[in-house]
């Protein structure tokens, strides 16, 4: 195959390999649904595009054992009802197996173009992919298209320029002299191939089966490995429009599409294990539940496995002049899709003694119901607060809040807020909770939803050390400061080097701890228990190649 891709997006290739040097605000795609960045109908188009799915058999012409599943339930209401093939796991598995070879001797540059063409095509039915994101996650539109559209497509692009570069250190072939004095010198010529580890195995989850989806996918096709998709039950429309897209280019170009499969399960009848234990899955990305991330890390030995798990991600509150600016910008971050994401913060530390503000003291007891009062500001408008908090994907989540304010005095209560243009959804304001720095097993794992713990501490010291040890036993994602000490931001910062965690400091703007920026932030770090790998960092894609050598 020529280079013709390659050549045609070499330029944004080369964009995104320098801004993940520079670290810098770079994007490849618009993140606003706007006419001109998306075409005048793109919106109407999408909408119908959506719809089209309804309802329907999702036809994708790979190896299958005959049955049509699938049982998403959409959080707004809207009935998917969509049947996709089941998979036969050996055939599936074989025939990726045998599209590889082919793949592999395109080389790493006809792959990141060919990577890079599916991305722009992804990112032109962006629509399409928000209302799907949208009506099987729960996530508000303007979330599901920025995050299950742009914000996604560039992290699938951030993993392809890691790829890139790491395949790119090594050159086709060199030619090897050795002097050797007085005789003639020894002379090779030296050729290198860049090989897949074989068939990776990418495991979806609920919530951002995109976002989460992509660097692991792209990572893997661009390194030269075939990719079994195997998305969430809850979310398989997204990732399923995504598989046929990159079997559509792979046809085009001249691979058997089979390199990359759609694998349905249910939730009655998972088939991960089968596929994660087949003797040709090499690699495993999994984002979900510490249990079973867990098991594949202790289990699929065959292969190297990426995990990203629960986590219990924590802001510690010292004294700080502008507790509106807190107030405000927690609110959002809590608020955001009803606290459904992997970096939302469940625990706050404060000082049982309060904080300084302005030169007078503030009580803790003050501070939570300044930032109770801000979520309750923030949410009053039903229509706008709906647009953050979304819908709630699992039900289970509603137990697990009633459950989390027996733990302790709840300083906020939840409450349900109809929304406006789906009858009969309610969408739910998170719940705050007041518990003791002492009873550390109620806060020290996570409590997936809408559940945040502002805990009384002794002092900030005691918060460090508390937050050190909760991060370190359990993981997390994301860590909030809020200090005007230089003294304690130097401690906090030496202490999440420390548990290996990121850190937000002073964030009181339209930054919040819970969004990441491709090519600029790293997503996790994987060196605490709640993820083993970054998004994205040479780690992530350079165990996905190996390069192999002849010589003459």
């Not at 080369?14 to 706007?34: F, I, V």
């Not at 010529?189 to 580890?197: D, I, L, N």
């Not at 913060?345 to 109770?372: L, T």
Request: glycine share 8%; with cysteine.
């Amino acid at each position: 195959m020529s280079l013709d891709l390659y050549d045609r997006h070499r330029e944004k290739l080369e964009q995104a390999c320098s801004a993940a040097r520079t670290r810098g605000y770079w994007s490849a795609y618009k993140e606003m649904p706007s006419p001109r960045a998306y075409g005048e109908t793109a919106q109407d188009d999408g909408i119908k595009a959506f719809q089209a799915h309804l309802g329907k058999k999702f036809e994708i012409d790979q190896p299958t054992n005959g049955e049509w599943i699938g049982a998403e339930d959409g959080p707004f209401g809207v009935e998917l009802n969509v049947k996709y093939p089941a998979p036969d796991v050996d055939a599936m598995m074989a025939a990726a197996k045998a599209a590889i070879p082919a793949w592999r001797k395109l080389g790493p540059k006809a792959r990141a173009g060919v990577c890079v063409e599916i991305l722009n095509r992804l990112n032109a039915m962006s629509f399409e992919m928000a209302f799907s994101v949208m009506h099987t996650t729960g996530q508000a539109f303007m979330m599901a298209f920025q995050a299950g559209g742009a914000h996604a497509q560039d992290r699938g692009l951030e993993a392809v320029a890691y790829g890139f570069e790491e395949m790119m250190r090594t050159p086709d072939q060199a030619h090897w002299v050795k002097p050797q004095g007085k005789n003639d010198p020894l002379e090779m010529t030296k050729k290198y191939k860049v090989a897949g580890r074989g068939v990776a195995l990418m495991v979806g989850c609920a919530t951002f089966p995109t976002w989460n989806g992509y660097p692991g996918l792209f990572a893997s096709l661009v390194t030269g490995n075939a990719v079994i998709v195997k998305p969430h039950p809850r979310a398989i429309l997204p990732l399923a429009i995504t598989v046929r897209v990159i079997r559509e280019v792979l046809s085009e170009v001249g691979i058997d599409p089979n390199l990359v499969c759609l694998a349905v399960d249910t939730l009655e009848a998972p088939i991960t294990k089968e596929f994660a234990l087949h003797k040709d899955t090499k690699i495993i990305d999994f984002t979900g539940s510490s249990q079973f991330g867990n098991w594949l890390e202790d289990n699929a030995k065959q292969a190297q496995v990426y995990t990203e798990k629960a986590g219990v991600n924590a802001i510690i509150i010292d004294d700080f002049d502008d507790i509106k600016g807190i107030a405000r910008n927690l609110s959002f971050t809590f608020s955001l899709y009803s606290g459904q994401m992997c970096t939302t913060p469940q625990n706050v530390f404060i000082p049982k003694g309060g904080i300084d503000v302005n030169g007078e003291n503030m009580s803790f007891d003050d501070v939570a119901k300044a930032i109770a009062s801000g979520v309750e500001k923030f949410l009053s408008v039903p229509e706008r607060a709906v647009e953050v908090l979304g819908a709630i994907q699992n039900p289970a989540i509603l137990d697990r809040m009633s459950d989390a304010k027996k733990m302790g005095e709840v300083v906020l209560d939840t409450t349900e807020i109809d929304h406006p243009m789906f009858k009969g959804v309610k969408c739910h304001a998170p719940v705050i909770i007041k518990v003791d720095g002492k009873d550390v097993e109620k806060y020290s794992e996570e409590v997936f939803g809408p559940i945040v713990f502002v805990i009384a501490t002794e002092d900030t010291q005691d918060s460090i050390e508390k937050m050190r040890t909760t991060i370190s036993e359990n993981g997390a994602i994301t860590l909030g400061l809020y200090s005007k000490h230089e003294s304690v931001i130097d401690a906090v910062e030496e202490a999440a080097i420390e548990v290996g965690v990121n850190l937000s400091i002073n964030l009181t703007g339209g930054v919040f701890v819970n969004q990441s920026a491709a090519f600029s932030d790293f997503h996790a770090t994987g060196a605490n228990p709640a993820a083993n790998a970054a998004l994205s960092d040479g780690h992530f894609v350079s165990g996905r190649f190996r390069v192999m050598q002849s010589r003459r």
